[in-house]
């Protein structure tokens, strides 16, 4: 295996831990300690009061351990293929960053092997984040197309840019050995 795979599946990982960690761990945490407070409550309406914080504390968590399980692999690439996958990404992406994301893609891509629809999508995901997290974009345009047998996709935002030769990133070396 490459060195390049490796250090990009480590920092995947060194991410999830870290998620797992910071926003599940706490999320749980304070569950365990709502209920605890609600095993003591004294009267009826603090109970309530605990069990509604602990209902909300819990559907946060679902829903934290659903964008992980997502992050690691989008079901719906499997369900609904590749078109669908990049819309809901970039739906996904405008609602945590307030990104105007665009796709187009040509429907026939959604018959490419799924090893193909994979990369594309990690590739266009990584993209998006890095039009989000470092190009300061408001606007991404995604456009993927067939091309006889070649399939040719892009990722073009309105933000800062940057020279390749001087900047090199985790994000990157893992889009350049893809």
């Known amino acids: 295996r490459s060195v390049f795979l490796l250090r990009?599946?480590?920092n995947e990982r060194r991410t999830l831990a870290r998620e797992l960690h910071d926003e599940v761990g706490q999320s749980l945490s304070a569950i365990l300690m709502e209920t605890e407070s609600a095993?003591?409550?004294?009267?009826?309406?603090?109970?309530?009061e605990h069990l509604t914080a602990i209902r909300g504390m819990a559907e946060?968590?679902?829903?934290?351990v659903r964008d992980l399980a997502l992050l690691l692999r989008p079901s719906m690439l499997?369900?609904?293929?590749?078109?669908?996958?990049?819309k809901w990404q970039a739906r996904e992406m405008a609602k945590r960053t307030g990104l105007h994301v665009t796709v187009q893609a040509d429907d026939s891509v959604d018959g490419l092997p799924d090893d193909h629809q994979t990369c594309i999508y990690r590739l266009v995901q990584e993209a998006?984040?890095?039009s989000s997290r470092h190009a300061?974009?408001?606007?991404?345009?995604?456009r993927v197309?067939?091309?006889?047998?070649?399939?040719?996709?892009?990722?073009r935002d309105d933000g800062a840019g940057f020279d390749p030769r001087l900047v090199r990133g985790l994000g990157?070396?893992?889009?350049d050995r893809k």
């Open 60 to 64: 946060k968590t679902v829903n934290q």
């Open 128 to 130: 998006l984040n890095n």
């Open 145 to 155: 197309a067939r091309d006889g047998a070649r399939v040719k996709f892009s990722v």
């Open 39 to 48: 095993a003591c409550a004294d009267e009826p309406v603090e109970v309530r």
């Open 8 to 10: 990009a599946q480590e």
């Open 172 to 175: 990157l070396l893992g889009i």
């Open 136 to 142: 300061s974009a408001r606007n991404v345009e995604v």
């Open 78 to 86: 499997d369900d609904f293929g590749l078109v669908p996958a990049l």
